[in-house]
């Protein structure tokens, strides 16, 4: 072995060479293509300020390894979160009986790639950081109670952890990381006499604590939060049907997770039960929209060094100028499908099979200007921040659910409306994107994306874009509001 | 593989509630005016059959340990799943610790001594045949539900899988006013997960599955796969309904997120909040009359029943809504004390944080007449199979999700429909339930029969 030993797992478990041989060599006691142990080391600290009192602290460590071994098209998975050679041991014996065959030999000597240093990483020191983050919540709750007489609730947190994890494959991958994800989250309800709404707003990243007192600072996600639940106020109905959607810049992306991007993940292309299924080379959107994943933004919430198969994270572009270029793939489908790695093989912990998952993902800037876009807009509506969204991968139908937007009326944005779903087909909606802004934004870093059971933190960014034809789920009827067709 | 997980499940047992006094004796010693230790350990079994073949095996044990200490009207919580004497001190140390930065809450506490227990005999909770199936035959359930659903027609060509899953579950809790307890769980589960095509090469998928505490009453294999292929070749050549209002019709498995509002909307957090529009409705009617709600913890072999609830309180019966009219919330002790009220046991706990507050078995009491006979009341309408995105706001009331199902016309179900929303106010929409079946099965712990409302929004073309 030839990597550097002198490191959290070695140092903490007192893992050794002759250790990681034998689960692997036990992992492929009964055949197999492939075995890998993760080992994780997670740290948690989450505090949270309601009714402007610090009511919960809490902080937690979980750690564990995960023994997976791949024979052909099958997966042979176990895990233990105890981390003594018995156990581990005996983890891998079980996924090895996914495989029916003769012992194979894992290779000898361990390849650790040269590492890329995307994000901070300060190690979790909860005594001296602990009443800076008391602090932050509490300013939080200060600033959103300032914005407006009419808040009258506000829940503020903060969470943040440090993951350290270790890879080692059969193959020699050896890789290591220490992902630091850092949050702040900000819930104001404003009140008056008959009438209430919500608010909320939050942001971070693979960010250390100074972010919150610099970069992004508790009073810009309380105001944002307050200025949301204020506005709402005065909503009226949404229209119902199918309409003209302007998206403003940023976490309205999530237009882009939902309709494309895990559609484009490669593990549903190889069994075909994507709607995207062998469109590659094929229009899937107009020609002024090109749409990459890109796991290597600097402290973003979706970046990675390596994946957690291992791997270099990557840009790969998923779609370009309308044509569907590729998917994103893990180690299992590329090997089964004959294409790149591209990074992109994640899971949500030492509990958990990793599958082909998004990072960052969004819309590269187009030549319009935002405004003109407006402006081009006879009735629809403008919609600038979502609270999440779903996708039914199969038949390519998905929603995203706005919860700030406006109408447009001849050009000009006027009324908020009421919080709305948003529906469409995945596989022909941006085909229909008729004008690109120049104001590509990534979202503040809030997002969490559940697949099979699995929740892994994510970024998304577009920017202004015009989408011809959409069907917004108000309840706006004709005779009040004109919009149903 | 299955002696080995059986003997881990039981050979604790007593060390474990040993373990979890100790912790609670540690934090009084280490200064704490009062504390709480809780532990979970459980072990999981899946596989993942596709296309005939095994796709993937997953085994595991995993056991970890939460402590909450006060400081008088302070609390904070630590958890991990380092059992070592050092990993459970450094534990005991930081939440000792983090219990000190905390704000003083005068509502905050334990229960009341008095309120403690749990529910006595034998619940039915636990079977250990969820894991008596030998390794093939584990495997040979997922395939066999799988086969049935290729195998019912041949616009099924396709299939996410077909799984068999176990899993047991060990709670213990202890906390200072002398609480000690522990119940242990069993669940397995079938499912098939079929996707049928047309000719022109549209797909469609849906899934079907049977779950239950034991294997002696989990639904053969054969008609999960049965039914999910009916479920996923009628969807098939869906068209778009028209934007417009009419009666909509839910299927009892997306019924069942109309209660989930409701619990939403009269839990004591959102309630002491003001987060709720139900908010101070106790007492009101807030649905239709013949609306009849009830949380009950209690019940033998319920998918939501547990002798003590995440404070150690007996969990109960709670009507929470009578011919429409509120009776009760559901609360821990924290929005009790907040609200002037008394817990209904309804405490959630996890290994981390302050208890949440959670359910019981949660149904809508049945009516009398049959799902078909609803559909028949409607001439033309939405039956609704599934919803996609959560686009409830419990604040304002405003509802607005995607959906797909089959449009009625003339009383039965005529074609599928997708890609369309349904909007209104959850304020209208619980007094426009109109009708209710009597088709209440339980497959998880919230559960409703076929239910019919009006005055929903369509949006499509």
Redesign the interface.
């Known amino acids: 072995m030839t990597v550097d030993k002198n490191r959290f797992f070695f140092e903490h478990y007192g893992l050794t060479e002759r250790n990681v041989e034998q689960y692997l060599a036990a992992a492929l006691s009964a055949g197999g293509d492939y075995a890998d142990l993760y080992f994780e080391y997670l740290n948690s600290t ?1 505090l949270s ?2 009714e ?13 390894c995960g023994v997976r071994v791949i024979s052909g ?10 981390l003594s050679p018995e156990r581990i041991l005996h ?1 891998a014996r ?1 996924a090895a ?2 495989a029916s065959g003769p012992a194979k030999t894992p290779s000898v000597g361990f390849q650790q790639k040269a590492a890329r240093s995307l994000y901070p990483v300060t190690l979790p020191s ?2 001296s950081e ?2 800076a983050k ?1 602090e932050l919540v509490m300013r939080a709750d200060a600033a959103a109670r300032a914005f407006d007489p009419r808040i ?2 506000v ?1 503020a947190s903060y969470m943040d952890e440090l993951r350290n994890i270790l890879i080692i494959g059969s193959d020699g991958t050896f890789a290591e990381d220490s992902q630091p994800l850092a949050r702040m989250n900000v819930g104001c ?1 404003a ?1 008056t006499e008959g009438n ?3 608010g909320s707003s939050g942001g971070g990243g693979r960010v250390a604590l100074d972010f919150f007192f610099g970069e992004k600072t508790p009073e810009y996600f309380a105001k944002e939060s307050a200025r949301q639940a204020i506005l ?1 106020l005065d909503a009226r109905e ?1 229209p ?3 309409m003209e959607v302007v998206l403003g810049p940023g976490w309205p992306g999530v237009l882009l997770h939902e309709a494309v991007g895990h559609g484009l993940e490669a593990d549903f292309n190889r ?3 994507s ?1 995207f299924a062998g469109l590659v080379g094929k229009r899937v959107a107009s020609d002024k929209c090109t749409i990459v994943d890109n796991g290597t933004m600097p402290w973003r919430r979706g970046s990675l060094n390596v994946d957690d198969e291992g791997h270099p994270t990557q840009t790969t572009t998923l779609i370009e100028n309308g044509i569907l270029k590729g998917y994103i793939s893990d180690k299992l489908s590329s090997r089964l499908m004959g294409i790149a790695d591209t990074g992109n093989g994640r899971r949500e912990s030492y ?1 958990h ?1 990793p599958m082909p998952r998004m990072t960052n993902t969004y819309m590269l800037p187009g030549e319009d200007d935002p405004e003109d876009i407006v402006r081009s807009v006879k009735r629809g509506i403008y919609a600038v921040n979502f ?9 390519g ?5 706005a919860s700030e937007a406006y109408l447009i009326e001849d050009g000009h944005i006027t009324a908020p409306i ?4 948003l ?3 995945g596989p022909d909606v941006l085909t229909r994107v008729s004008m690109v802004g120049n104001d590509l934004q990534l979202d503040e870093g809030v997002g969490t994306c559940g697949k099979d059971g699995q929740a892994v933190p994510v970024g998304v960014g577009i920017p202004t874009i015009k989408v011809d034809r959409l ?5 706006a ?1 004709k005779d009040v509001g004109g919009y ?2 | 593989m299955q002696t080995q997980l059986e003997a881990q499940n039981s050979a604790s047992a007593g060390d474990l509630k040993d373990l979890a006094q100790d912790m609670v004796r540690r934090a009084m010693a280490s200064g704490a005016t009062a504390a709480e230790c809780v532990i979970r350990e459980g072990d999981e079994f899946s596989t993942l059959v596709r296309m005939g073949q095994v796709e993937t095996l997953k085994e595991a044990a995993s056991k970890s340990l939460g402590v909450r200490v006060f400081n008088g009207k302070r609390s904070a919580s630590t958890y991990s799943s380092d059992f070592s004497r050092e990993g459970l001190d450094r534990m005991l140390k930081s939440a000792i610790e983090l219990s000190k930065i905390t704000s003083e809450d005068p509502f905050s506490g334990l229960p009341e001594a008095g309120e403690l227990g749990a529910l006595p005999g034998d619940l039915d909770l636990y079977s250990a045949d969820v894991y008596s199936l030998p390794g093939e035959e584990r495997i040979s359930y997922a395939r066999r539900a799988e086969k049935a659903a290729l195998d019912y027609d041949p616009r099924i060509k396709n299939s996410e899988g077909g799984s068999f899953d176990a899993a047991t579950g060990h709670k213990i809790m202890a906390n200072s006013l002398g609480f000690v307890g522990e119940y242990q769980r069993s669940y397995c589960s079938i499912a098939a997960m079929p996707i049928a095509q047309t000719e022109d090469g549209a797909m469609q998928r849906d899934y079907w599955f049977s779950v239950s505490r034991n294997l002696e009453n989990l639904e053969s294999p054969e008609s999960v796969g049965k039914i999910a292929a009916q479920r996923t070749i009628r969807r098939l050549h869906a068209r778009k309904a028209k934007t417009k209002q009419v009666p909509i019709v839910l299927d009892p498995m997306v019924a069942s997120s109309i209660l989930g509002h409701i619990f939403e909307g009269i839990n004591g957090d959102s309630i002491y909040r003001g987060a709720s529009f139900l908010a101070g409705k106790l007492g009101e009617k807030i649905a239709h009359e013949s609306v009849n709600i009830v949380d009950d913890g209690t019940i033998p072999g319920g998918f939501g029943t547990s002798p003590f609830d995440g404070e150690g309180v007996p969990t109960r019966r709670t009507v929470v809504i009578e011919n429409g009219v509120l009776k009760s919330y559901l609360l821990n002790t924290y929005t009790a004390k907040k609200l002037g009220l008394k817990t209904t046991g309804n405490a959630s706990r996890g290994l981390a944080g302050t208890p949440g507050i959670g359910l019981g078995n949660y149904f809508l009491q049945p009516g009398t007449r049959t799902p078909e006979e609803i559909i028949a009341g409607v001439s033309d309408g939405l039956y609704i199979t599934e919803f996609l995105g959560h686009g409830a706001n419990l604040v304002t009331g405003d509802y607005s999700r995607g959906v797909s199902g089959m449009w009625i016309v003339g009383g039965e179900l005529a074609y599928p429909v997708e890609e369309n929303t349904v909007a209104g106010n959850l304020k209208e929409l619980f007094f426009n339930i109109s009708e209710i079946g009597n088709d209440l099965v339980f497959r998880g712990s919230v559960a409703s029969p076929t239910i019919r409302i009006d005055g929903l929004t369509v949006g499509g073309e």
Do not use: C, P, W
Request: net charge positive.
């Open positions: 989450s300020v309601d402007s009192m610090v009511k919960t602290a809490s902080q937690g460590i979980s750690a564990g098209e099958r997966t042979g998975y176990a895990y233990t979160d105890d983890a079980t009986l996914i909860v005594d602990i009443t008391v009258k609730e829940r309800i009140k209430s709404a919500r709402q949404a119902a049907g199918d069994k075909q039960t709607a509990e099979i609270g999440g969204g779903q996708v039914d991968i199969t038949s139908k998905f929603v995203f659910s009421k919080g709305a779903t529906i469409g087909n069907t917004v789920g108000g309840t009827r149903m067709q």
